[in-house]
Nanobody, 114 residues
Framework: QVQLVESGGGLVQPGGSLRLSCAAS????????MSWVRQAPGKGLEWVSD????????YYADSVKGRFTISRDNAKNTLYLQMNSLKPEDTAVYYC???????WGQGTQVTVSS
């Protein structure tokens, strides 16, 4: 069965960096676009970034453009989100999702606070 397992979240000071990972299994990872989506406390889901199946095309929400970088390693079946210059408003649970939207991970908490 499809499994997506995020890791790498934590507590970081404003201006700091984190790299999230999403380990995928149970499907042909290299055939699917992948996404990162987040949910801040008390708010709805917010799309963060997409990457196509080959990794050559990436897309970002305006709120993270220039600070976050999505990437993937199809040989390792792993999706990444490098987050730099973090702000308190980036505090959220971050989810990776399979491109068809049918499968999501359990999420990893990112807290940006001094």
């Amino acid at each position: 069965q499809v499994q997506l397992v995020e890791s790498g979240g934590g507590l970081v000071q404003p201006g700091g960096s984190l790299r999230l990972s999403c380990a995928a299994s149970g499907f042909t990872f290299s055939s699917y676009a992948m996404s990162w989506v987040r949910q801040a406390p008390g708010k709805g889901l917010e799309w963060v970034s997409d990457i196509n199946s080959g990794g050559g095309s990436t897309y970002y929400a305006d709120s993270v453009k220039g600070r976050f970088t999505i990437s993937r390693d199809n040989a390792k079946n792993t999706l990444y989100l490098q987050m730099n210059s973090l702000k308190p408003e980036d505090t959220a649970v971050y989810y990776c999702a399979k491109g068809d939207g049918l499968h999501w991970g359990q999420g990893t908490q990112v807290t940006v606070s001094s």
